[in-house]
């Protein structure tokens, strides 16, 4: 089946870098395959953007908007709304990074990852923890150690280990949250 | 071993530039081909490709240096798209007229006004008649293998002739997925160095190139170069099978079919749409309806007597254009019926015009050109998502 996920973020907020991670994680390390893409246009610093993943066991030839989601991401608490439970599958979730515990539909799982991020990294840059947080939570999408090698692969070495410290922080407290 | 990397389409282009070993890139960027050459001079100024890499000032004198360095034998790139392709357009046919074997990649993206930089096909539909090869992709992998097949191509001293390669603006230059890179060695092995025509010039044989002819020669000429673009055909099958032993991956020519032989129903699609329709088609297969697509890989020269055989069994066939030629249709449509009354083959044929500007479209739309087709009914001409009335 084919897995598909929608970030959202702010310009900035590395949303896309995040679904490029995944993305690689899950083809390349994976040895399956995905596809990652922005919300088409012009990137501009603070604007509400998206980032989008498809992942499949087979060669993914779909080049449609994605419409109902496995997974919605949200790097930044004031794009949510509740309109976005309607854009998802059964059995999907919505991971929300803020320190607000205010949410009741049990579908919304929340993390608050730009204060883990501050923690570890210096930087309210929150994409490597969601990711962290979205390994622990979600089935079929990709898994832990190939992450690991994403980052490994992908990142510039001055901040590959603060991030490889912050996505098993995100994941081990996703995995408290399962239990 | 060749490698995966996870790349977007404008990447492949670049990784599939890099591995044919041009002399010459002569580029402006522009968006959605921007990355695409900012990749490129990269390799230049890291090292990784050994050429000249001219940051011109604009499309126009992009391809004027382009004509100038492949007048002297070099193996030529550049790279455009919407308004650079038009702004660049006077030149084009210098370039297919003097049978310089460029290749460029356009990025498929619409043309203003109203300005929009999201993607559809009427940039290269507007230059279709400009004597150059135009190739249509649908994905990453096909993008970074047919840079190599078409400097392959284009070279070939039957051919001599210009490639535009076309990726949908967006959709295929700014999504990542996982490509197969193949080893220089094999790339070089492929595509052995450029073989310099006789007819262009050097520091020993001096000519003018660009030539003027008057009435009694010029008409010789264009009918020369017309007639020299229908060699496409065998030429590109050739390398697309010698393209296949030696990298296992081939694309079957001019016209590709998935699940056509027997489909009822079938729709004809350029580029990255293709994609999506395959999944429609998996769908209404499995629900037992008998439908298929048919991928034109080329539409100049365009491959008539192929996409007939292709289609011809069917009941209804639908050209989705992601183009209009005001005041008529879409273009590829009257390419279409066209080859079909040529042929002789009489069909119903109903043209969905689509994707302007970057509209979405989606797989229930594609469901619904299916089912339009089925039924038979309806315009002759029709609009697929428009999202309002008029």
């Known amino acids: 089946m084919i897995k598909e996920i929608r970030w959202h973020g702010r310009g900035g907020q590395g949303s896309f870098t995040g679904a490029k991670l995944l993305g690689i994680a899950a083809s390349i390390n994976d040895g399956r395959f995905a596809q990652a893409f922005p919300s088409f246009g012009p990137e501009r610093r603070g604007a509400p953007v998206l980032g989008f993943n498809r992942i499949s066991d087979t060669k993914i030839t779909d080049r449609s908007e994605i419409e109902k989601c496995d997974s919605i991401i949200f790097l930044d608490e004031t794009l949510w709304n509740e309109t976005y439970l309607d854009d998802l599958k059964e059995n999907a979730l919505v991971l929300i990074n803020t320190d607000k515990e205010l949410f009741s539909d049990s579908r919304i799982k929340t993390i608050n990852a730009t204060g883990l991020a501050i923690d570890v990294l210096g930087m309210p840059i929150a994409n490597t923890a969601m990711l962290g947080f979205l390994v622990a939570l979600s089935e079929g999408v990709v898994t832990y150690g190939s992450c690991v090698n994403a980052l490994k692969s992908a990142l510039k070495p001055s901040i590959l280990d603060k991030n490889l410290i912050l996505l098993e922080k995100a994941y081990q407290l996703g995995k408290e949250t399962l239990k | ?390």
């Not at chain 2, 890499?53 to 004509?67: G, L, N, Q």
């Not at chain 2, 590829?332 to 043209?351: D, H, P």
């Open chain 2, 1 to 390: 071993m060749s490698d995966f990397a996870f790349l977007s389409g404008n990447e492949a282009i670049a990784y599939g530039v890099k591995l044919s070993r041009p002399h010459v890139i002569a580029a402006y960027p522009i968006t959605p081909q921007t990355k695409a050459v900012e990749k490129l001079s990269s390799f230049v100024q890291d090292g990784e490709l050994d050429c000249k890499y001219m940051h011109v000032e604009s499309e126009h004198s992009a391809m004027a240096c382009s004509i100038g360095s492949s007048s002297v034998g070099a193996r030529t790139f550049t790279a455009t798209s919407s308004q650079g392709l038009l702004y660049m357009s006077e030149c084009l046919p210098y370039a297919s007229g003097a049978r310089l074997p460029i290749v460029m990649m356009n990025a498929n993206r619409s043309i203003a006004t109203p300005w929009n930089i999201y993607g559809d096909q009427m940039d290269s539909m507007h230059v279709i008649n400009s004597g150059w090869i135009q190739l249509y992709v649908e994905d990453a992998q096909e993008a970074l293998d047919m840079v190599i097949q078409s400097f392959k191509l284009a070279e070939n001293h039957n051919i001599l002739t210009p490639v535009m390669i076309n990726v949908d603006g967006f959709v295929l230059t700014h999504t990542y997925e996982k490509v197969e890179i193949p080893l220089q060695e094999e790339v070089d092995n492929f595509l052995p160095e450029i073989q310099a025509s006789p007819h262009l010039m050097s520091d020993d044989n001096k000519t003018s190139m660009c030539i003027s002819a008057g009435n009694q020669h010029y008409m010789g000429f264009k009918v020369k170069q017309h007639r020299d673009m229908f060699k496409v055909f065998d030429e590109l099958k050739q390398i697309d099978n010698d393209f296949h032993k030696a990298f296992g991956r081939n694309y079957g020519s001019a016209v590709e079919g998935y699940q056509f032989e027997d489909a009822e129903a079938l729709l004809i699609t350029t580029g990255s749409v293709t994609g999506t329709v395959r999944v429609v088609v998996d769908e209404m297969r499995a629900e037992g309806k008998k439908v298929g697509v048919v991928k034109l890989r080329l539409l100049r020269p365009f491959p008539a007597g192929d996409l007939v055989s292709k289609i011809s069994g069917a009941k209804a066939v639908g050209v989705l254009d992601k183009n209009i030629s005001f005041g008529y249709e879409g273009t590829v449509f009257t390419n279409v019926n066209s080859a079909l009354f040529q042929k002789g083959a009489s069909l119903k044929t109903i043209n969905f015009i689509g994707g302007l500007g970057g509209k979405d479209i989606t797989k229930g739309n594609i469901r619904q050109m299916f089912q339009t087709l089925q039924s038979g009914e309806g315009e002759t001409v029709q609009y697929s998502n428009m999202g309002c009335t008029l």
